[in-house]
């Protein structure tokens, strides 16, 4: 006779199952129509073809030894990530309009699982847009680390990144309810979340008060690690550990915010 699985295992194996589901669904949506990703490409070209060559010769960057482009390569990633999970929010507020949130909360799915999944699809989405600004970056000859332990280090920071932005917009989404509000609060976040680290230029350029801010950013943390593992020669100014541990806290804080507030967007 076969051995029963363990109740708990059968749970733990459901609400895996739960969260594949709803993750798949989305990613289904992506592969349908990927001219999402090809049009927040030119964001990053833009960036770095633009924005890079220029502050490249702007004297005083002190970017520890560094390259300028190679220094902006690894924010970049972290800054298409940012854009395109900080939005997704939005995408929630048109299925409850097609009422399909209705339909996923009827289901016997935990709300967490809900929200797990989405975050799940937002991660997949943020290694499609490093894939791109790694080959960008590539052509630029911009300094890259391809060691096995690096690149899924990398994949990890991102898939944490999106999960935790992602998480934060949903929400953004179950208590403003409507898009307008929405896209303009999203408008809003984005700006100082992105300036208020390190992506585009050293903590250390900064007024102290805005060092103190950064340092309570979460992205702040995000480039860090991407910028050590991304790199050749990259340096961690915290450490991975401090990094992985601040996007792991902040995400699960989110996360549980998150599946609290769900119910209520189809109030």
Not at 86 to 105: A, P, T
Not at 134 to 144: D, H, N, R, S, T
Not at 176 to 188: H, L, P, S
């Amino acid at each position: 006779m076969p051995i029963p699985e363990p109740k708990p295992a059968r749970a733990v194996l459901s609400y895996l199952t739960q969260i594949q589901a709803v993750a798949d669904t989305e990613i289904r949506k992506l592969r349908r129509d990927p001219s999402e990703l090809l049009t927040r490409a030119f964001q990053p070209v833009v960036w770095l073809l633009l924005f890079g060559e220029v502050m490249a010769n702007v004297r005083g960057l002190n970017t520890t030894g560094q390259s300028y482009l190679d220094f902006l390569a690894p924010g970049i990633l972290a800054q298409s990530v940012l854009f395109s999970a900080i939005f997704y929010g939005i995408s929630v507020i048109w299925e409850r309009d097609l009422g399909v949130l209705h339909r996923q909360l009827v289901s016997p799915a935990p709300r967490s699982a809900l929200v797990l999944g989405k975050a799940v699809s937002a991660g997949a989405r943020g290694v499609a847009q490093a894939v791109i600004v790694y080959a960008l970056a590539l052509m630029l000859g911009i300094g890259l680390s391809f060691r096995p332990f690096d690149i899924l280090g990398v994949i990890a920071l991102i898939w944490l990144g999106s999960a935790l932005f992602s998480t934060f917009s949903l929400m953004i989404a179950c208590l403003v309810k409507t898009r307008e509000r929405f896209m303009g609060i999203g408008q809003v976040l984005t700006m100082p979340i992105f300036f208020a680290s390190n992506a585009i230029y050293p903590i250390e350029l900064m007024p102290h008060w805005l060092q103190s801010v950064s340092l309570s950013n979460p992205l702040t943390y995000e480039v860090d690690g991407i910028r050590t593992l991304m790199l050749q020669n990259g340096l961690s100014r915290y450490g991975l550990p401090i990094d992985f541990a601040v996007l792991l806290v902040l995400t699960g804080l989110c996360v549980a915010i998150a599946a609290h507030l769900y119910p209520r967007l189809a109030e």
